[in-house]
């Protein structure tokens, strides 16, 4: 039979206590409640589905984990949506049209996915230019006063034709948003397609 000793009696003391001091730093757990998930969808639009049902969409908790950056979340959301439905429009467009100018011809640039490469001195350095002056000029004040509650995610100020009354505005809100998810997935496929198959338009 094995009899304690202090110095195993001492052993067994420091053990438990370093157990008990990791215990007491360790997060307690907390159970997210429907009621928690769901609740930045009352201050948001967009917690439906394509075909109008809900669907409040949060499966990491990031609208409670990080509940102050929620504002810059939906800014995210809308201004990669508007680029996306800007970048399907004009993957489709320019599968029949070009602008002028033998580097933008059929000739210089067969497929629209091999523009990037072909193009990528001058225009696309252009292009880089003035994405950034339009995010430290623009986008960067906006997110800023956004974030101080000066201004909803996504208002530039455009209204000239926003709807003039509150549940017009929520629905055209709710489109664009729809519209923007969906073409974010779009541009991914467009893209994946036509790199892979090295067809234009519908890209098959």
């Known amino acids: 039979m094995h009899i304690l000793t202090n110095n ?16 007491a730093f360790a997060p307690a757990p907390t159970t997210r409640t429907s009621t928690q998930v769901n609740a930045v969808w ?8 394509f075909k109008g049902g809900e669907f409040k969409f949060d499966p990491l908790g990031l609208s409670e984990t990080y509940k ?6 939906r800014e995210a959301e809308i201004r990669h949506g508007r680029t996306a439905m800007l970048a399907v429009t004009g993957f ?6 070009r602008i002028p100018g033998d580097a933008y011809s059929f000739a210089s640039v067969p497929k629209v996915a091999d523009a990037h490469n072909i193009l990528l001195e001058g225009p696309m350095h252009q292009l880089l230019l003035w994405i950034s002056l339009w995010e430290i000029v623009i986008a960067y004040p906006a997110i800023k006063a956004t974030m101080e509650g000066q201004r909803e995610p996504g208002d530039f ?13 929520k629905k055209k809100q709710l489109s664009e948003l729809m519209n923007g998810r969906l073409a974010m997935m779009a541009i991914g496929g467009i893209a994946t397609q036509s790199v892979q198959n090295g067809h234009g338009f519908p890209y098959l």
């Open 92 to 97: 489709i467009v320019a599968d029949f049209v």
């Open 157 to 169: 100020g455009f209204t000239m034709f926003a709807p003039k009354d509150e549940a017009g505005m």
């Open 42 to 49: 009352d201050d948001y639009a967009g917690g439906v589905d």
């Open 68 to 73: 102050p950056l929620v504002p810059f979340f």
């Open 8 to 23: 195993d009696t001492m052993k067994s003391t420091i053990i438990a206590t370093l157990i008990a001091g990791a215990a």
